[in-house]
T-cell receptor, first 114, second 110 residues
Framework: AQKVTQAQTEISVVEKEDVTLDCVYE???????LFWYKQPPSGELVFLIR??????QNEISGRYSWNFQKSTSSFNFTITASQVVDSAVYFC???????????FGAGTILRVKS | DTEVTQTPKHLVMGMTNKKSLKCEQH?????MYWYKQKAKKPPELMFV???????INESVPSRFSPECPNSSLLNLHLHALQPEDSALYLC?????????FGPGTRLTVL
């Protein structure tokens, strides 16, 4: 199986610190999609971003930014000026080779303390 | 309407019970999914329905039986479950490859 690796099991930061969550993926496909989801304690998976393999431009959305590096098969996620409400589990995922089949990383627990 | 709803939010059942989980979306999505998520683990795909037909079954035990009565509804029928089946069950829908998830049903099997 083509894995998605999130090496950071848990990260703790103090409010207003910047934090980067790492994601490394394996793929044999030319075309693929990468995703980030947020799962707060309530349990619902919240979609954050989708990136296709042909678009290596970095993206910024408010305090969130993503760095896609095809050369290193990485898709890292940075939260600037973190807030307590950012505390959640964050999952990186890729679309599997058969389409419509998300392969998730193990997730990174982010704890933001006030 | 841009959400996926799931009922019930919580369910406790015995090993001899029969129950059903329900999922609904009104976004016109033609693919719907069931995932199982154990504590501190990522979601694991169970089933995919595409245009109301089962397209992926990830070797799920037959005590879990999915049903897609129409393009907006997805059910998961549960029978003779085991305590290890206790988990958060997530439903999702998609048009293309962006999946929208419901809030989940937290299932406890006694």
């Amino acid at each position: 199986a083509q894995k998605v690796t999130q090496a950071q099991t848990e990260i703790s930061v103090v409010e207003k610190e910047d934090v980067t969550l790492d994601c490394v993926y394996e793929t044999r496909d030319t075309t693929y999609y990468l995703f980030w989801y947020k799962q707060p304690p309530s349990g619902e998976l919240v979609f954050l971003i989708r990136r296709n393999s042909f678009d290596e431009q970095n993206e910024i959305s408010g305090r969130y930014s993503w760095n896609f590096q095809k050369s290193t098969s990485s898709f890292n996620f940075t939260i600037t000026a973190s807030q307590v409400v950012d505390s959640a589990v964050y999952f990186c995922a890729r679309e599997g080779e058969y389409g419509n089949k998300l392969v998730f990383g193990a997730g990174t627990i982010l704890r933001v303390k006030s | 309407d841009t959400e996926v709803t799931q009922t019930p939010k919580h369910l406790v059942m015995g090993m001899t019970n029969k129950k059903s989980l329900k999922c609904e979306q009104h976004m016109g999505h033609r693919a719907m999914y069931w995932y199982k998520q154990k504590a501190k683990k990522p979601p694991e795909l169970m089933f995919v329905y595409s245009y109301e037909k089962l397209s992926i079954n990830e070797s799920v035990p037959s005590r879990f039986s999915p049903e897609c009565p129409n393009s907006s509804l997805l059910n998961l029928h549960l029978h003779a479950l085991q305590p290890e089946d206790s988990a958060l069950y997530l439903c999702a829908s998609s048009q293309g490859n962006e999946q929208f998830f419901g809030p989940g049903t937290r299932l406890t099997v006694l």
